[in-house]
């Protein structure tokens, strides 16, 4: 199995930063692309960024230059560094990694168990 763990949420006023972090463990192989997800309250979880094993990124429009994510391939780590956070950031912040378990000849996604972050005006 492969476990996923965040941490790093919390509550910032506007303007701050938070780092999240989140760790694979278990029968890993190779690790392709890992994202960062969020869902506020009322609202379907939307796309925040994602990093292929390669470091090519991709972000939504609404935290591009705010936002930086990267990867420690040894690790097997993904982390979202979050600059000027805005209200419209509180949310729930999971983490997604889409892994090749060892003996096995496909990818499979896994998702960690979420990590809020609260953004006050």
């Known amino acids: 199995q492969v476990q996923l763990v965040e941490s790093g949420g919390g509550s910032v006023q506007a303007g701050g930063s938070l780092r999240l972090s989140c760790a694979a463990s278990?029968?890993?192989?190779?690790?392709?692309?890992m994202g960062w997800y969020r869902q506020a309250p009322g609202k379907p979880r939307e796309l925040v960024a994602t990093?292929?094993?390669?470091?090519?990124?991709n972000y939504a429009d609404s935290v591009k230059g705010r936002f930086t994510i990267s990867r420690d391939n040894a690790k097997n780590t993904v982390y979202l560094q979050m600059n000027s956070l805005k209200p419209e950031d509180t949310a729930v912040y999971y983490c997604?990694?889409?892994?090749?378990?060892?003996?096995?000849?496909?990818?499979?996604?896994?998702w960690g168990q979420g990590t809020q972050v609260t953004v006050s005006s």
């Open positions: 997604q990694m889409r892994v090749l378990r060892m003996l096995r000849t496909s990818f499979d996604d896994y």
């Open positions: 990093i292929v094993r390669g470091g090519t990124t």
């Open positions: 278990g029968s890993i192989a190779i690790i392709n692309a």
